[in-house]
Each structure stands twice: as C-alpha cells, then as structure tokens.
C-alpha cells in the first residue's frame, strides 16, 4: 500500500469521525479509553501494519475514525515511557505519541533500519512522547482568555459530576480550580493524610492534578483544552481517586 493511500485513508477517517454534542457521549468515551489505557493488552483493528510500520510490518495496529492509526508496539512503548514522566497522560495523548512513533519507526525502515537499532542511538519511544505532551502542558500560544478557562472548568465540574464518572466536588481556593472530594481508595496527602484532591486549568498551561494542602507535589496532565479533553481529565482524576494509578505525586 503506497504512502499516498495510507494518508487517503487516514482523511477518510478524520472526515467520517463523529460528531459529539451530547456531553454524556464524550465522558462515557473518555471513561472507556481510560479504561482501555489501564488494561495491559489493548485489542488491535486495523490491517495497516505493514505500511504503517515499515520493517516492523509483523506488528498489528489500531486506531478508528476517534484517532490516529498506531501499532500495538508503539502504544505500549509509549505507555511504559509515560511510567516515567513527571505527567499523567489522557489516551488521546498516549495515542497521538504512539502514531507519531510508529511512523518515525516507519520512516526508519525505508531506510533499512530495524526498529531496535533506535535503540543504540536514542530513547524514541519517550522522546515522541514528550514532544507530544509539551504542547499540552506548556503555555499555549497565544494565552486563553478568563472566559476559555472559566469554560473548560465548568466542563470538567460537568464531567467529573456526570454518572459515569461519580465525584463531588467543591469550588476550588481560585476561580480556575475545583476540589474533588477524596474517597477512601485516594492516596494520603495533607498533614493529617486525608486531602482531598485539586484539579486546575490555567490560561498559561494546561491541566494540573495535586493535594489540596500546603506545598503539595502538583502533576501536569496532558490533555487538550477543549470539553472532550476535559471529560479526559475527569476520567484521569477517578482512577487517581479510587488509587488505580498509585501515588502520581510520589516524588
């Protein structure tokens, strides 16, 4: 298959994704590709490998009309990078790095390099990964207004509130934050180990995730700023919560 029909339906698919105005639709997506992301084998659908991947065309991939195309390699490659980066990453993250790595590996096979020769050379798995989670945790350009954040902070309240995600929340010490009440799986924080959570949206950065308490540890998490994002995020926050991801701000 020649590049230009890889690209032709890589178009197809961007032109046919759905469209989703019901907010509901977008949290119960986000909570389902959170929980494809915590499982360890995630289930491959597509026959592009062998275009996608280069020399690497033994390696399934995945991907439908809600993102890109990657290979099942790439994904868990950048899903073990993630393990360690100061950041927790939405799946459209994770994805989004996982594409952007199958085809630097891609690239790398019409040249005849095998994807374990990267290897001697440099840590491609994390370095597509950090590329890709900068534009989301650096400052945007140019800056959000107060309303564009006043907005997606009433769409998060919205998504970690809705049925499927299920927390409370409180308004946060500034107008740009929220407090989600903390359950019983949640991991100590505070003086006394009981704080509850804070989650914040900045006009000069992205998304953040720490303890309501004094000078506590405060994690990036990458993801866009838009509602869909947010309903990422939501789903991030519950799997913090409920202690699914251990301590994120273990330092």
């Not at 993630?82 to 590996?105: E, F």
């Not at 914040?200 to 998304?207: R, S, T």
Request: glycine share 8%.
């Amino acid at each position: 298959m020649s590049n230009d029909r890889v690209e032709e339906l890589r178009e197809i698919l961007r032109a046919n994704r759905p469209e989703t105005p019901d907010p509901s639709t977008a949290i119960s997506a986000a909570v389902d590709r959170q929980a494809s992301a915590l499982r360890v084998n995630r289930e491959p659908d597509s026959a592009l490998a062998a275009e996608l991947a280069g020399s690497e065309g033994a390696m399934q991939t995945a991907g439908t009309a809600e993102g890109p195309a990657y290979t099942s390699t790439a994904y868990a490659a950048v899903e073990k990078a993630a393990t360690s980066l100061r950041c927790l990453c939405a799946p459209s993250v994770l994805q989004q790095a996982a594409a952007l790595l199958t085809d630097l590996w891609a690239a790398g096979g019409r040249h005849g390099v095998e994807r374990k020769e990267w290897d001697w050379a440099v840590d491609l798995p994390s370095g597509a990964l950090e590329v890709i989670t900068s534009r989301y945790t650096h400052a945007p350009d140019p800056e959000r207004t107060g309303d564009q954040v006043v907005a997606l902070r009433r769409d998060l309240v919205q998504a970690l509130t809705s049925a499927e995600i299920g927390l409370s929340v409180q308004d946060g010490p500034r107008p740009n934050m929220v407090v989600v009440e903390r359950l019983s799986e949640t991991p100590r924080g505070g003086y006394h180990g009981d704080a509850d959570l804070v989650v914040g949206i900045y006009a000069n950065g992205g998304w953040d995730i720490s303890m309501n308490a004094d000078g506590a540890t405060v994690v990036s998490i990458a993801a866009p700023a838009t509602k869909a994002g947010a309903a990422e995020v939501a789903a991030l926050v519950r799997a913090v919560a409920r202690g699914e991801l251990g301590n994120p701000f273990r330092s």
